[in-house]
DNA sequence: ACCTGAACACCGTTCAAGT
DNA sequence: ACCTGAACACCGTTCAAGT
């Protein structure tokens, strides 16, 4: 495919765009070169085609974050499965708890995702699949409808495996740097220095690793609410 | 003040710029305008003033959004008061709640909160002064340095009164619609249908208002956490 | 030191035109 | 129906110049 001068040419027949190939196109972007690197005419580029093309299988820039969270969370969906819930109603904690563990082992893979997911104004039916499989999960174990509504939304971004802290780490400045800082101002935060630095991490070398283990207090976060859902299923008056 | 054909006269001495007045100019237009509205022309011209001359005062638009996150959180700190905690180890959780549901009415005074909270990177001096009063109340009800830590992941955003929940409102399409098109799904979503057309509340007249009542389920939510916080600490070993 | 005007390097998106 | 090129109406920010 080359012509006499050695050039290369294009391929007559081009894979034609699609909504699916602008989609995923999109989070590999996101993936490998970050949120901000996605812009319309950086997923057209990617595809060999003109920026405006991509508007005739997205309706603008906010459908194709709708999109990829879509994306993201078939994927979650592929991950779970879809065996039917166990019919020990006491079972149910622990596979609520493999669900999100799942959904949030799919997430880490996607640094983009929170962010773009709290942005969302809207809900997709593939994340609405998902909740019904969280639901389905609840009423074998016993749950109304009115608590399983409630467990919900106190779950809130837990479900989906992202913990709804309120920052992202800093990786500004080293956690010897950030203490040094807070013991200057022990006199006026007395009690977060001596916790923090209580909480900080070393390894085996002495090193520090980290003031706080993001798995460990997603874990500590989502079974203090399973835990308080599973007394307050068994409170429930019998029906 | 005006020149003998009548005109207007700009004032000799305008009042100096400051970051504080920036960043309150700033608020207000967030607050009335929305977070879109929310431009470094649009400040500069609220304060009579060119784009550039904003940023002698302020780094750049990021340092802009940590900056109103500061303002807000000193509102939620003036409304709090700086009461010492209660003496009694059992009143933390009261005082705590009450703590975050101050937090959460300032909150929801400004509408933009939630969305610049999620995507400051780093931690303002405020918040610090803010956990450090979470941290004292925890503190005098026993609670140990680690548990108070775990305690502060878990609660995340709702410690200063959002509730990380995955959705806002959609004021896209009424209920009834929403409902409409639900029913439509029942086949393959039938637990989701069934839970939300029970959960649509309606008022005397029959009017629908709304699947969900987010006080409420923002309560639910705090006080789960609270009650499961509250196990811990009696569970923990005496020191 | 503080403020300005013009310009730069981006965005998402519209539009009229191509095939 | 699908794709294109040029243009529009914005952004945040840099820079050299003013006072």
Known sequence: MTTTDGQLQEPAFRLPLTRQRVLV????????????????????????????????????????LDGICEVLVEEIIAEVGDADPPSDPDAWQAAMRDMIMTARRVMLAHPWAPSVFETRKSIGFSIIRYFERLLAVMRAGGFSYDL?????????????????????PDDGQTDDESM????????????MVTMLSGALHTDEAGQTIGFCDDQTEFEFGVDLLLDGLDRRRREQPDT
């Open 25 to 64: 196109a999109a989070v590999r972007i996101a993936d490998e070169e970050g949120l901000k690197a996605l812009t319309m005419r950086r997923v057209a580029s990617d595809l060999d085609v003109e920026a405006m093309s991509l508007y005739h299988h997205v309706d603008n820039k906010e459908a194709l």
């Open 148 to 168: 399983a509504h409630h467990a919900m939304h106190a779950l809130g971004s837990r479900a989906i495996g992202f913990s709804g802290e309120l920052f992202q």
């Open 180 to 191: 040094a800082m807070l013991e200057g101002m022990r006199d006026q935060i007395p009690h």
